[in-house]
């Protein structure tokens, strides 16, 4: 090469290491805009009288966040504590916790802050706190046992609370081993292990659990490869059950699982809690 070459070579690459510098540099910057797609609008109590029980829960986390969530009380013996995903807000899941309480659960769901009208911006930290305050307040306020459904995202708040406060089982849909590995697909040519700062890592984090888990996958999930959820399944400790619906992506596992799901869920409550003959509220 001659000396004009190697100079123009050189030029190339240091102009695409600018490049990738920069592109980083705005990843990091931007990955909270990248990761959290909150709806930050306040819900409103729904209408109709089947709604009549349904309240508005006001909570304040650790660090003075506001947050607000849902609590639908039933008089049947487990109360479900719904961790959402990184979109939306409580409203954008009436319909699926609906179906919940008209099968006689009762229903607590979390809007974390940033959502659904809730102060603050979203962070794993945050999140954390608005989980324990949620927490702090059923153990409060209600005798039933309390379980965890983790949607996505919210897996890695599910999973968090249920080391903290074990629940009488754990429910996991669309969940995911870390946040990190989750954005390897999305940004493979990115250094994300290095720049990532809201982590999740339930896989480092499950065999501390101490109750039954349910997980439940869609088999065509393009969010979230199966081989993650997999691994956090595989490292848990048991006892557990697994559930994958055919031909179900990463948002619509209820609908397309149909009553196929729900017969799903309500066995595994029934057996691992509700007639498990570890379970101290057992009716003999």
Same mark, same amino acid.
């Given at each position: 090469?001659?000396?004009?070459?190697?100079?123009?070579?050189?030029?190339?690459?240091r102009?695409l290491?600018?490049?990738? %510098?920069l592109?980083?540099?705005? &990843?990091?910057?931007?990955?909270?805009k990248? /990761?959290?797609?909150?709806n930050?609008?306040?819900?409103?109590?729904?209408?109709?009288?089947?709604?009549?029980d349904?309240?508005?829960? $006001?909570?304040?986390?650790?660090?003075?966040?506001?947050?607000?969530?849902?609590?639908?009380?039933?008089?049947?013996?487990?109360?479900?504590v719904?961790?959402h995903?990184n979109?939306?807000n409580?409203g =954008?899941?009436?319909?699926?916790?609906?179906e919940?309480?008209?099968?006689?659960?009762?229903?607590?769901?979390?809007d974390?802050?940033?959502y659904?009208?809730?102060?603050g911006?979203?962070?794993e930290?945050?999140?954390? /706190?608005?989980? $324990?305050?949620?927490?702090?307040?059923?153990?409060e306020?209600?005798? /039933?046992q309390?379980?965890?459904?983790?949607?996505?995202?919210?897996?890695? &708040? %599910?999973?968090?609370?249920a080391?903290?406060h074990p629940?009488?089982?754990?429910?996991?849909?669309?969940?995911?081993?870390s946040?990190?590995?989750v954005a390897?697909k999305?940004?493979?040519?990115?250094?994300?292990?290095l720049?990532?700062?809201?982590?999740y890592?339930?896989l480092?984090?499950?065999d501390?659990?101490t109750? +039954?888990?349910? &997980?439940?996958?869609?088999q065509g999930?393009?969010?979230?490869?199966?081989?993650?959820?997999?691994?956090?399944y595989?490292?848990?400790p048991g @006892?557990k059950?697994?559930?994958? &619906?055919?031909?179900? =992506?990463? =948002?619509?596992? %209820?609908?397309?699982?149909? $009553?196929?799901?729900? =017969?799903?869920?309500?066995n595994?409550?029934?057996?691992q809690v509700?007639?498990? +003959?570890?379970? @101290?509220?057992? %009716?003999?």
């Amino acid at each position: 090469m001659t000396q004009s070459t190697d100079y123009l070579l050189w030029t190339l690459l240091r102009g695409l290491f600018v490049i990738y %510098a920069l592109i980083v540099g705005g &990843v990091y910057l931007l990955q909270r805009k990248l /990761q959290y797609f909150p709806n930050p609008q306040e819900v409103s109590s729904p209408l109709g009288s089947e709604y009549l029980d349904l309240k508005t829960v $006001q909570l304040v986390s650790d660090d003075g966040t506001t947050t607000f969530s849902w609590y639908w009380p039933s008089p049947g013996p487990l109360t479900l504590v719904f961790f959402h995903g990184n979109g939306g807000n409580r409203g =954008n899941r009436l319909s699926w916790i609906q179906e919940f309480h008209r099968r006689g659960y009762g229903v607590f769901i979390l809007d974390y802050r940033g959502y659904g009208g809730s102060a603050g911006t979203p962070t794993e930290n945050g999140f954390y /706190q608005d989980g $324990q305050a949620a927490i702090d307040w059923l153990r409060e306020n209600t005798h /039933q046992q309390l379980i965890y459904f983790g949607e996505s995202l919210g897996s890695g &708040v %599910a999973v968090e609370m249920a080391i903290r406060h074990p629940p009488a089982a754990l429910i996991i849909q669309s969940g995911f081993s870390s946040a990190v590995d989750v954005a390897r697909k999305s940004y493979p040519y990115l250094p994300v292990s290095l720049i990532m700062k809201d982590r999740y890592e339930s896989l480092k984090k499950i065999d501390g659990l101490t109750c +039954p888990l349910l &997980v439940i996958h869609g088999q065509g999930d393009s969010t979230i490869p199966f081989k993650l959820v997999t691994a956090l399944y595989e490292a848990a400790p048991g @006892p557990k059950d697994w559930f994958l &619906v055919p031909k179900a =992506n990463h =948002n619509d596992v %209820a609908s397309v699982g149909g $009553q196929s799901y729900w =017969n799903r869920i309500e066995n595994f409550l029934l057996t691992q809690v509700i007639t498990s +003959p570890k379970n @101290p509220l057992r %009716a003999e």
